[in-house]
T-cell receptor
């Protein structure tokens, strides 16, 4: 069965600074990988996803993530953070059979300071 | 509808009472998922419906939890004899299902916040 670890519970960055949120997964084959964002009182919104091919994927809101098989990682990055990026971020992994539910990490809460 | 609709958005109930939470998926989405999110925690899978197949109930935490889905439409999650540890946000998601990648095109509802007092 697959699993996901997000090592950082809470991260604070200054507005305009770069951001990297870490995600490590466990799965016996090439996984399907996802990042979701949850703003206060909102449902989860998909930021980006990786199925295969190019290991650097671009998402919405200026986010990108890189799949590194050797490190079992799928870290989320953004070159310049905006105050509106403050939210909870969840990494998720799915089996490449597509027939099991996504497994989510515990999330990383991002705070943005002026 | 345009999105996944969940009702009620908030529910406060007394310990020991039964509650029903409703999810209206996107029309045409054959797959439907229920997750639970406790305060400060990630999403915990509860149950998964795919078309007319038997649901995957492997995530239900106890026999007090059950869920039904009528065809490929509305789903109801029922919690019997609620306990304080059931307090959480219950999230529903739907997807097209079928092909592998399409099955992971989740659209989430805004959730039902359940508080057991």
């Amino acid at each position: 069965a697959q699993s996901v670890t997000q090592p950082d519970i809470h991260i604070t960055v200054s507005e305009g600074a770069s951001l990297e949120l870490r995600c490590n997964y466990s799965y016996g084959a090439t996984p399907y990988l996802f990042w979701y964002v949850q703003s206060p009182g909102q449902g989860l919104q998909l930021l980006l996803k990786y199925f295969s091919g190019d290991t650097l994927v671009q998402g919405i809101k200026g986010f990108e993530a890189e799949f590194k098989r050797s490190q079992s990682s799928f870290n989320l990055r953004k070159p310049s953070v905006h105050w509106s990026d403050a939210a909870e971020y969840f990494c998720a992994v799915g089996a490449n059979s597509g027939n099991t539910p996504l497994v989510f990490g515990k999330g990383t809460r991002l705070s943005v300071i002026a | 509808g345009a999105g996944v609709s969940q009702s009620p958005s908030n529910k406060v109930t007394e310990k020991g009472k039964d509650v029903e939470l409703r999810c209206d998926p996107i029309s045409g989405h054959t797959a439907l998922y229920w997750y639970r999110q406790r305060l400060g925690q990630g999403l915990e899978f509860l149950i998964y419906f795919q078309g007319n197949s038997a649901p995957d109930k492997s995530g239900l935490p106890s026999d007090r939890f059950s869920a039904e889905r009528t065809g490929e439409s509305v789903s109801t999650l029922t919690i019997q004899r609620t306990q304080q540890e059931d307090s959480a946000v219950y999230l529903c998601a739907s997807s097209l299902g079928g092909a592998r990648r399409a099955n992971y095109g989740y659209t989430f509802g805004s959730g039902t916040r359940l508080t057991v007092v």
